[in-house]
């Protein structure tokens, strides 16, 4: 059913609590994250394990119904047996599957910045500020080079940065939330109140 702007304006202004919430929960994980980072890690560990057991018997399902129907399924299969093992070592093991994340997140930040840099050399007889993009690529092969050389460390950045990034996102949500309570948020850029949502 569609909404015209004006009731769901109101719709969302009686949302105002639930949008408080999540950005209480947001600075609660930040909090959280911040005091206790190897906790933190352990339960991502855990819960991406369970993600990844998940999502690979639903793959085993799938690939099933798929050989039901005659269709090629023994990629599901594959890709179901793979996340089924990956998910039940990361349950069993989550401090082996933080490090194994950690250097998998190195070995990408120093690949993709090595593609960075050669394109932001190729690029710099085309485009203005082409050394950025050279900067980048080198801030990130830096940054990958410090974490495989350092995990705990580089683990510690990546749950700090997370854990800032939560912070932000609830304290807008508080922010958003209690304007929306008090009447203060302006909608009317909406110039036609009659436009359908």
Not at 19 to 42: E, H, K, M, Y
Not at 66 to 95: D, E, S, V
Request: glycine residues 10%.
């Amino acid at each position: 059913m569609a909404l015209s702007v004006t009731e769901w304006q109101k719709n969302l202004a009686k949302q105002w609590g639930w949008i408080a919430f999540r950005g209480v929960l947001a600075i609660i994980f930040a909090i959280i994250a911040i005091a206790s980072p190897i906790a933190t890690a352990w339960a991502l560990a855990l819960v991406w394990g369970v993600f990844a057991f998940l999502e690979g018997l639903a793959a085993l399902i799938s690939g099933w119904r798929l050989h039901k129907q005659g269709a090629t399924w023994w990629p599901y299969l594959l890709f179901g047996i793979i996340g089924i093992l990956a998910g039940l070592l990361a349950m069993a093991w989550p401090g082996l599957t933080m490090i194994v994340l950690v250097y998998l997140i190195g070995i990408w930040a120093i690949f993709g910045g090595i593609s960075e840099i050669f394109m932001g050399a190729s690029l710099r007889k085309t485009v203005d500020r082409w050394w950025i993009m050279l900067l980048a690529g080198i801030i990130s092969v830096l940054f990958g080079m410090l974490v495989i050389y350092s995990p705990f460390e580089g683990m510690l950045m990546m749950i700090w940065c997370l854990a800032g990034f939560m912070l932000v996102i609830g304290i807008i949500g508080l922010i958003f939330a209690f304007r929306l309570k008090k009447g203060k948020v302006d909608f009317s850029s909406f110039e036609n109140t009659d436009t359908q949502i």
